[in-house]
């Protein structure tokens, strides 16, 4: 799937900003951004549901918006609110689904019976939908999604209303597909799941700021990040807040994760800004993580070209 120049406005507003997006087959495609910064608009055009303003889409060879009718077929959606029909039961609401995408009665019926039993649903499938769980509906949701096992699966923000074991086990199964080659494009705000993507995207106001291999976007940037114990950490805090170069800290129990702006400030010259502070602290350099990555992406002025090869 590539887009080159994908733009979207509401008025006055360009939700979508000149995004070029490259997504292999069989990848696992995570897209991350603030709330409001184009994911799901974005979404919503790769799949034909929305008309882009300006770009080219391509999508499994078909140029879209104009040929998203042969896309329907070849796609499965799903976004963070279960479309689902709550008064159907399970098995009617896969039933309905695998009607809707032209299985006959036959196929329909043994595609059925396999996604109960390989979605652990078989124990409930007389059970309306509306009285499932979260976690299980979110597992209905993507059985339905992929009924006429399609190439391409696009879920916008999936996992939002979930448990963190419902979670793992939903991941589990895009992986499951992903090696059985379907490709995945997936949103989240969740750092742990942008971790396990094979490929990120970052947004930010409508404009690609980041994409890469997870572990290539945070090698870049190896020696910005500090950890400082202490003591009296809100303190240490407010001193850190005015400091020039710190783009962010957080606090986690006694310890402050630090994100620098630039990598050339040097462990020594950090602890010595410091100084006088609180006699206790003890600092230390970190490798980055994802949220590091996320935070440099989408609040530092000037980082926007960034990009991983
Ligand atoms: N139909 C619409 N009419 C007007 N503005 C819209 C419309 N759809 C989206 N927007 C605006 O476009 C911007 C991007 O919205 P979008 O839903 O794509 O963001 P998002 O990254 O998916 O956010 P979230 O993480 O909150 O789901 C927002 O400012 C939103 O208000």
Not at 234 to 263: C, F, T, W, Y
Request: neutral net charge; proline residues 4%.
């Amino acid at each position: 799937m590539h887009a080159r120049g994908l733009t979207k406005r509401f008025g006055a507003l360009v939700a979508v900003n000149k995004v070029d997006l490259d997504v292999p087959r069989a990848c696992v495609y995570g897209f991350l951004g603030p709330n409001g910064s184009g994911k799901s608009t974005t979404i919503r055009m790769l799949c034909g549901l929305l008309t882009p303003g300006a770009g080219e889409i391509d999508v499994l060879g078909l140029a879209i918006p104009r040929q998203a009718e042969a896309l329907k077929r070849r796609i499965g959606y799903m976004t963070q609110k279960f479309s689902l029909f709550d008064d159907l039961s399970v098995r009617q609401n896969l039933e309905f689904l695998a009607t809707v995408q032209g299985l006959s009665r036959h196929d329909t019926r043994l595609r059925v019976d396999e996604l109960l039993r390989r979605y652990r649903l078989n124990d409930r499938e007389e059970q309306l939908a509306g009285t499932m769980s979260g976690g299980q509906k979110q597992r209905l949701a993507l059985a339905g999604a992929i009924v006429h096992k399609p190439e391409l699966l696009l879920l916008d923000e999936p996992t939002s209303a979930v448990d963190p074991e419902s979670r793992r086990d939903f991941w589990e199964k895009l992986f499951e597909l992903a090696d059985a080659g379907t490709t995945i494009l997936v949103s989240t705000h969740y750092m742990d799941e942008a971790e396990r993507c094979h490929r990120l995207a970052i947004l930010d106001n409508g404009n690609l700021v980041a994409d890469g291999q997870p572990k290539e976007l945070t090698e870049k940037l190896r020696g910005r990040t500090f950890v400082v114990h202490a003591d009296s950490p809100r303190r240490v805090k407010a001193a850190l807040d005015s400091h020039p170069d710190v783009l962010s800290v957080a606090q986690i129990g006694n310890e402050l994760r630090v994100l620098m702006r630039r990598d050339d400030v040097s462990l020594e010259a950090f602890r010595h800004s410091l100084d006088g502070v609180d006699a206790s602290t003890d600092v230390h350099t970190v490798p980055p993580n994802l949220e590091d990555v996320f935070v440099v992406a989408t609040r530092n002025p000037g980082q926007g070209e960034e990009r991983a090869a």
